[in-house]
């Protein structure tokens, strides 16, 4: 059974900081990966995508992949309260057509 | 609206009866996949469809469950004889394409088994 796993939190940061949330997965041949953000009581948004080891930033998100490791995480710069939510990591699966989610880490963002 | 259209928002059933969810792709989108959410937990992946085929249905039970997509019209999740378990929240996702498969979710039908 492929699996993606995540501290559920909850990750309590106050305003300004770096918030980081890590993300290991099993299926060694992976590919592609995924960061989602869902709001309480909403659907999953696309916040982040990465194909290569190393770093990818987009505004004050930045995604860090470690296929060797088997790690991808998310660093929230400059956290802001309207980043409270759950933070889904997820991978495809390579040897299906399915993307598997991880549980969540919850982050609070304290003003 | 061109996002990925899901309806109802919430349904309510009795044991027994049955629940069709729907969801209509975003424009150009041709990928469909289905997945449910319980409180406090993750997203499981249950169906994968093209249109007029079912690509990956690994992670659906064997019994009272089904998903189809039409030629024409939305895809549907059906599940017959709902029981309380079944209560949870079905997000529909589409994709333009196979691949790396960036995800689009629609806002999910709330499901609830009295």
């Known amino acids: 059974q492929k699996e993606v796993e995540q501290n559920s939190g909850p990750l309590s940061v106050p305003e300004g900081a770096i918030a980081s949330l890590n993300c290991t997965y099993s299926d060694r041949g992976s590919q592609s990966f995924f960061w989602y953000r869902q709001y309480s009581g909403k659907s999953p948004e696309l916040i982040m995508f990465i194909y290569s080891n190393g770093d990818k930033e987009d505004g004050r998100f930045t995604a860090q992949l470690n296929k060797a490791s088997q790690y991808v995480s998310l660093l929230i710069r400059d956290s802001q309260p309207s980043d409270s939510a759950t933070y889904l990591c997820a991978v495809k699966d390579t040897g299906g057509f399915k993307t598997i989610f991880g549980a969540g880490t919850r982050l609070f963002v304290k003003a | 609206n061109a996002g990925v259209m899901q309806n109802p928002r919430h349904l309510v059933r009795r044991r027994g009866q049955e629940a069709r969810l729907r969801c209509s792709p975003m424009?150009?989108?041709?990928?469909v996949y289905w997945y449910r959410q319980l409180p406090e937990e993750g997203l499981k992946f249950m169906v994968y469809?093209?249109?007029?085929?079912?690509?990956?249905e690994s992670g659906m039970p064997k019994e009272r469950f089904s998903a189809e997509f039409p030629k024409e019209g939305p895809s549907i999740l059906r599940i017959q004889q709902v029981v309380r378990g079944d209560s949870a929240a079905y997000f529909c996702?589409?994709?333009?394409?196979?691949?790396?498969?960036?995800?689009?979710f629609g806002s999910g039908t709330q499901l609830s088994v009295l």
């Open positions: 424009k150009g989108h041709s990928h």
């Open positions: 469809l093209q249109k007029e085929n079912i690509i990956d």
């Open positions: 996702a589409s994709s333009p394409r196979g691949g790396n498969e960036k995800l689009f």
